[in-house]
């Protein structure tokens, strides 16, 4: 762990002793009554914890001292289809590492019907890979997460529209390595909002392509090379990076 999450209703009470955080502090970090360590709230603040008594049971009572706000998140929405529940968690751990702003997840016509009947992002699978990106990355706030049915809601809603301006347009951007209009690594630094999409393993199909055109989409491509739909999130998102931060 990078940094210990505390809920806000945690603050005041004492952490049992095999909860996986007091195992950290005392047996990985070898933390003391004293001592203090990174600490941040769940959604919230990041400060400073310190340990101000270790119990007979081996609970421990700690202290937050806030000292800051949490990371600013990229400006960057991106969309995933469904796919393999563990390749989800990748997903999820490794763009809220990255600091993505918001994740959806949504179905296509060319996934597998089946991984849309995960129990994963109910069961608090996905929140706890989620929150395994966030303690690497020392922040505290996960990206928002929304589910849509298929690629025709996601574009029919728009989500990405309440977080443009007159003058920074959000750059909608679908990755294509089929049948691509362009190279994801030919564009030029914008400092605008992205919005990626990335299809399954099997590629997008002609009519969600044509979807995609309507809807002012880029289908750009990132290589010639067919790639899990987890690597080319990390790549996509990787080279958003450098759109938005310039």
């Given at each position: 762990?990078?940094?210990?999450?505390?809920?806000?209703?945690?603050?005041?009470?004492?952490?049992?002793?095999?909860?996986?955080?007091?195992?950290?502090?005392?047996?990985?970090?070898?933390?003391?009554?004293?001592?203090?360590?990174?600490?941040?709230?769940?959604?919230?603040?990041?400060?400073?914890?310190?340990?101000?008594r270790i119990h007979?049971?081996?609970?421990?009572?700690?202290?937050?001292?806030?000292?800051?706000?949490?990371?600013?998140?990229?400006?960057?929405?991106?969309?995933?289809?469904?796919?393999?529940?563990?390749?989800?968690?990748r997903i999820f751990?490794?763009?809220?590492?990255?600091?993505?702003?918001?994740?959806?997840?949504?179905?296509?016509?060319?996934?597998?019907?089946?991984?849309?009947?995960?129990?994963?992002?109910?069961?608090?699978?996905?929140?706890?890979?989620?929150?395994?990106?966030?303690?690497?990355?020392?922040?505290?706030?996960?990206?928002?997460?929304?589910?849509?049915?298929?690629?025709?809601?996601?574009?029919?809603?728009?989500?990405?529209?309440?977080?443009?301006?007159?003058?920074?347009?959000?750059?909608?951007?679908?990755?294509?390595?089929?049948?691509?209009?362009?190279?994801?690594?030919?564009?030029?630094?914008?400092?605008?909002?992205?919005?990626?999409?990335?299809?399954?393993?099997?590629?997008?199909?002609?009519?969600?392509?044509?979807?995609?055109?309507?809807?002012?989409?880029?289908?750009?491509?990132?290589?010639?090379?067919?790639?899990?739909?987890?690597?080319?999130?990390?790549?996509?998102?990787?080279?958003?990076?450098?759109?938005?931060?310039?």
């Open positions: 762990m990078n940094i210990i999450l505390l809920d806000e209703n945690e603050l005041g009470r004492t952490l049992p002793r095999r909860d996986e955080r007091t195992i950290h502090l005392l047996k990985v970090l070898h933390k003391k009554a004293g001592d203090t360590f990174e600490a941040g709230i769940l959604g919230g603040e990041l400060g400073t914890g310190r340990i101000e007979f049971d081996g609970s421990i009572f700690i202290t937050f001292h806030r000292t800051g706000p949490p990371l600013p998140h990229l400006k960057i929405r991106i969309a995933v289809a469904f796919v393999r529940p563990i390749q989800i968690k751990r490794d763009l809220s590492n990255i600091g993505v702003s918001a994740i959806d997840i949504i179905g296509t016509d060319m996934g597998e019907k089946s991984y849309r009947d995960t129990k994963l992002l109910t069961d608090g699978g996905s929140h706890a890979a989620l929150v395994e990106g966030i303690i690497q990355a020392r922040d505290t706030k996960v990206p928002d997460v929304t589910v849509y049915d298929s690629l025709d809601k996601w574009l029919l809603e728009r989500s990405w529209d309440s977080e443009k301006t007159l003058i920074r347009l959000p750059l909608l951007l679908a990755m294509d390595n089929v049948n691509a209009e362009g190279s994801f690594f030919h564009l030029n630094p914008s400092s605008r909002p992205v919005v990626l999409a990335v299809g399954p393993e099997r590629g997008w199909s002609d009519r969600e392509r044509l979807l995609f055109e309507k809807a002012g989409f880029l289908r750009l491509s990132m290589g010639n090379r067919a790639l899990r739909t987890e690597t080319a999130c990390v790549i996509a998102a990787a080279l958003a990076m450098r759109l938005v931060d310039s």
